[in-house]
């Protein structure tokens, strides 16, 4: 994406104004993306007589995995659809309007007996977001063509939006979904989009200017009506495969496992990305430098979605413990379990300025961690987090009893060091791939950043459902395999670090390549 500058100026924290139109458009989606999310495995795995499906929490589980896996997805094409056809712009305005559609549908799931309206809903979410989430960040870097420490301080700016939005969001359909009933929580999701819609409609042509109003065109009129044409086809041909499949699906024609389904989608998933760096290194016609690079990538792409896939049982396993584990009276009210996944966002909120601060203190000291040196910190703090859940479910497994319910203070715990975890992977790994990436081939990393999100939350998922009163022993097992696992990695990123730096000390560093201003894509 080419950057524009035409965006008219004045201010929205000493940022451009653009920046607060993006900002709360993406606050309103992540209000309703993360206020429906935690809902959708208590509602699919209560009781019928608390207005559920009462179905298993395997299944449940899998389904939220799979759901939001293809979330992340469907970035893929949605950026693609973007930049070749719809513009970054109309790509937003559509992806929302679907995200609304999706979320309404779901809400009025609730007047038919039929389950066909709630999964249809859940398809328009993924398409709606695969339009919006890649393109409208695209948009905030699109925001600062000259790059550098003011780009990233525009994106921390934005990544406050997304956990705000994520913060309120999971307070409010939490409540209404728990307490008043369940779709008045997926209805409050869906007007929430509606209103973040109606925002950037009025405020975009008052603050974006040209930005993301066009898509990027081939400089050869006849070549650009070809490829316009191409992407039409593909899009057309993509939904018409997901029309038919879950159209077979819907009817019963083929039968559907989520969890057998997910395992062989997880292969596929790792397979892709398999398959994209070995192309890349050995087709893609990269230098000597170059293939390092996306070497080092290609690790952190690895580590990336171990991390993610601990860190993505959140929504499932962790929203579960919260459910039936922990003490939520104050005062004789008990308080939703999904408020606790509003835990991460004000964790986020609070040490997002703190972890910032550190960076610039660790640099004037000249001290800069590599990416790979800050991920394996990363994955060692959401180790911590997950040993903090070995011993708050041994509590609960040693009481023996399925009344056992553990102090919040263990999981406002877990969240503290797990948001610690996120910090040092999650911004770190999104300015990595912008600064490691050959300039040419920026848009496609942002996008295979989003695959091991893709991945962690597939994974995430299918282990989610071994929270279960009913099979208590299940519940530490997870916990300390995720350790174990975590805990591996980061002990291996720490020892491949000392390589990768050896083999990059020849090859200009990160810094240098942001200080070249490398790129306003992502
Ligand atoms: N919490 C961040 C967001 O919602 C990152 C999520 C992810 O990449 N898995 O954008």
Redesign the pocket.
């Known amino acids: 994406m080419s950057a524009t500058v035409n965006a008219p100026k004045g201010g929205f924290f000493g940022h451009p104004k653009g920046l607060s139109t993006l900002f709360f458009t993406e606050m309103w989606e992540?209000f309703s993306f993360y206020g429906l999310r935690p809902l959708l495995i208590l509602f699919m795995a209560a009781a019928v007589m608390q207005g559920g499906w009462g179905w298993d929490r395997g299944e449940a589980s899998a389904i939220v995995g799979i759901y939001a896996s293809f979330v992340?997805l469907a970035s893929l094409p949605g950026g693609w659809i973007a930049d070749k056809w719809l513009g970054l712009r109309k790509a937003v305005l559509y992806g929302g309007s679907l995200i609304s559609l999706g979320h309404l549908t779901i809400g009025a799931s609730s007047f038919t007996q039929s389950k066909i309206p709630f999964f249809l809903g859940l398809i328009f979410i993924v398409l709606g977001t695969g339009l919006l989430k890649p393109n409208i960040s695209a948009m905030v870097g699109d925001l600062y063509p000259e790059g550098g420490a003011r780009k990233d301080a525009g994106f921390s700016v934005f990544y406050m939006g997304?956990n705000l939005g994520?913060f309120i969001g999971q307070l409010i359909t939490g409540f209404l979904g728990e307490k008043i009933g369940w779709h008045w929580g997926f209805t409050a999701a869906g007007v929430a989009m509606i209103l973040g819609l109606i925002q950037f409609w009025i405020q975009s042509p008052k603050t974006l200017g040209d930005i993301g109003a066009e898509p990027t065109r081939h400089p050869d009129p006849a070549t650009q009506a070809k490829q316009v044409s191409n992407v039409k086809l593909f899009t057309a041909i993509g939904l018409a495969i997901v029309a038919v499949v879950f159209t077979l699906i819907a009817t019963g024609t083929i039968g559907f496992n989520a969890e057998t389904f997910g395992k062989y989608y997880a292969y596929v998933l790792a397979g892709i990305g398999f398959v994209y760096f070995a192309y890349l290194l050995l087709f893609g016609g990269l230098n000597g430098d170059e293939k390092k690079r996306v070497l080092v990538i290609a690790v952190l792409f690895v580590f990336a979605a171990i991390f993610?896939s601990a860190f993505?049982q959140t929504p499932t396993a962790l929203n579960l413990f919260a459910q039936d584990f922990t003490n939520r009276t104050i005062g004789g009210w008990e308080m939703p379990a999904t408020w606790f996944q509003s835990v991460n966002s004000a964790w986020v909120i609070l040490l997002a300025p703190v972890i910032a601060v550190l960076w610039t203190a660790l640099g004037s000291r000249n001290i800069n961690l590599s990416s790979p040196v800050k991920f394996a910190i990363g994955l060692g703090l959401t180790t911590l987090a997950f040993v903090v859940m070995i011993f708050a479910s041994y509590i609960v497994v040693g009481e023996g009893t399925v009344a056992t319910k553990v102090s919040p203070l263990w999981l406002i715990t877990f969240y503290l060091f797990l948001t610690l975890g996120e910090l040092f992977v999650?911004p770190v790994g999104l300015s990595s791939m912008t600064t490691l990436s050959p300039k040419r081939y920026v848009g496609q990393m942002m996008g295979v950043w989003?695959l091991a999100?893709s991945l962690?939350?597939l994974i995430g998922g299918l282990v989610g459902g071994e929270v279960d009163p009913e099979n208590l022993s299940a519940m530490p097992r997870l916990f300390t395999t995720t350790t174990l696992f975590l805990g591996g990695a980061a002990l291996i990123l720490i020892l491949l670090s000392i390589p990768i730096s050896r083999m990059m000390r020849n090859v200009s560093s990160e810094q240098e390549i942001a200080n070249e201003g490398a790129t306003n894509v992502i």
């Open positions: 992540r992340y997304i994520a993610w993505e999650s989003f999100s962690g939350n």
